[in-house]
T-cell receptor
């Protein structure tokens, strides 16, 4: 079955530390890939997306993600987190030709001062 | 602010009742998507409308229905409500039918008592 896996339910990092959130997908072909962030009480905001081309994509708020076809992964990174990055992060995929986004279960990020 | 609006923000009702959630897409967006976010199921696609017509269907219960009106706003109708229908319901829209990025509204939190 097609799926998106975010192995880490909850991650805690210190402010200023680097961050990597993992995302793996299981599809036959390369899907379109997305990372969204959900702050408490808010909707989903798009951080970045990958369709094709350069496998390292830059997003908003200093985030980047790298697509690795061999590992079916699309991990999100940030070199130095800020307290305002505390939120829930969702990886999503869309199969080419399909309409819907399929989301992972999300990773809750807590920032220690 | 994504430009997608949803009303109401919160809704509390009783089992067996019927409610209507409303979504106004971004100006000019023709596609509207509905998603349900619950603790046990995560974020799941329910249904998509494009310019007034149903385009794709996901894990939407028969008790739920949706429509998109000529002014492009959409309504999600939930009937014979059960405790398990308590969730956050998101609406998203696409610019002019393009399929790459979905912009999400702030959501409607439904509580069924």
């Amino acid at each position: 079955a097609q799926s998106v896996t975010q192995p880490d339910i909850h991650i805690t990092v210190s402010e200023g530390a680097s961050l990597e959130l993992r995302c793996n997908y299981s599809y036959g072909a390369t899907p379109y890939l997305f990372w969204y962030v959900q702050s408490p009480g808010q909707g989903l905001q798009l951080l970045l997306k990958y369709f094709s081309g350069d496998t390292l994509v830059q997003g908003i708020k200093g985030f980047e993600a790298e697509f690795k076809r061999s590992q079916s992964s699309f991990n999100l990174r940030k070199p130095s987190v800020h307290w305002s990055d505390a939120a829930e992060y969702f990886c999503a995929v869309r199969i080419q030709g399909a309409q819907k986004l399929v989301f992972g279960q999300g990773t809750r990020l807590t920032i220690n001062p | 602010d994504s430009g997608v609006t949803q009303t109401p923000k919160h809704l509390i009702t009783a089992t067996g009742q019927r409610v209507t959630l409303r979504c106004s897409p971004r100006s000019g967006d023709l596609s509207v998507y509905w998603y349900q976010q619950s603790l046990d199921q995560g974020l799941q696609f329910l249904i998509q409308y494009y310019n007034g017509e149903e385009r794709a269907k996901g894990n939407i219960l028969e008790r739920f229905s949706a429509q998109q009106f000529p002014d492009l706003h959409s309504e999600l109708n939930l009937s014979s409500l059960e405790l398990g229908d308590s969730a956050l319901y998101f609406c998203a829209s696409n610019p002019l039918g393009r399929m790459d990025t979905q912009y999400f509204g702030p959501g409607t939190r439904l509580t069924v008592l």
